[in-house]
């Protein structure tokens, strides 16, 4: 079945740091990949997605683009904020609405001023 | 502001007592609704699919008797939790779909935490 991994944390990083966090996946036909932030006390929102092979998604300074090749999705951020920490899962759907989502297991962020 | 909220945010229940989580669409409507669970620190697992109108359609290893669905109207989908016992403790999450400008965008409520003692 459909599957994904990405880096466990957390991921304590200083403001200003670069941000990568790695996304992994395996999937039958050509699924839509997401990013889903979860700040504290809130539901998971939408970041950013990708719909098809070598999209770039981007949001907020967020990037990941969508390798096929690597079966990849990593997340990258130039410079981190205070406010971007938060909890950040990858995800892939069978179309780019995000309905029946195969999640990954979560990545803290925690950055430090 | 939210779009999709959920009641009780938390709850605690003896075990064997039954409880009813609600999933609401605060401004818009909503034929399918998901739910999820998630366990500390892991992910989420879909559940089940929530269709208005017509039975919910459940994942592979959920138990469809003990997990009732009611999709009653555009706007609100229940998930409850039958004869719960403590393996059932866990977090309880539901999303929604909605139109964007260009496609749809799932939003999701904040979470139920059930507790079952």
């Known amino acids: 079945g459909d599957s994904v991994t990405q880096m466990e944390g957390p991921v304590t990083l200083s403001e200003e740091a670069f941000l990568t966090i790695n996304c992994t996946y395996t999937?039958?036909?050509?699924?839509?990949l997401f990013w889903y932030v979860q700040y504290p006390g809130e539901g998971l929102q939408l970041l950013l997605k990708?719909?098809?092979?070598?999209d770039k998604g981007s949001n907020k300074g967020f990037e990941a683009t969508y390798r096929k090749e690597t079966t990849s999705f990593h997340l990258e951020k130039g410079s981190v904020q205070v406010s971007d920490s938060a909890v950040y899962f990858c995800?892939?759907?069978?179309?780019?609405?995000?309905?029946?989502?195969?999640f990954g297991g979560g990545t803290r962020l925690m950055v430090k001023p | 502001g939210a779009v999709v909220s959920q009641h009780p945010s938390w709850v605690i229940c003896k075990s064997g007592t039954s409880v009813k989580i609600e999933c609401r669409s605060l401004?818009?409507?909503?034929?399918?609704m998901f739910w999820y669970r998630q366990f500390p620190k892991q992910s989420l697992m879909l559940m089940a699919t929530?269709?208005?109108?017509?039975?919910?359609?459940?994942e592979q290893g959920v138990e469809k008797d003990k997990f009732l669905i009611n999709h009653a109207s555009l706007t609100l989908s229940t998930l409850t939790v039958t004869s719960a016992h403590p393996e059932d403790s866990s977090f309880y999450i539901c999303?929604?779909?909605?139109?964007?400008?260009?496609?749809?965008?799932?939003?999701f409520g904040p979470g139920t935490r059930l507790t079952v003692t």
């Open positions: 999303s929604a779909p909605r139109a964007s400008a260009l496609s749809y965008e799932q939003y």
């Open positions: 999937a039958t036909g050509y699924p839509s």
């Open positions: 990708a719909t098809k092979a070598d």
């Open positions: 995800a892939l759907g069978l179309n780019n609405a995000g309905n029946m989502l195969t």
């Open positions: 401004d818009f409507q909503a034929t399918t």
């Open positions: 929530s269709n208005e109108g017509s039975k919910a359609t459940y």
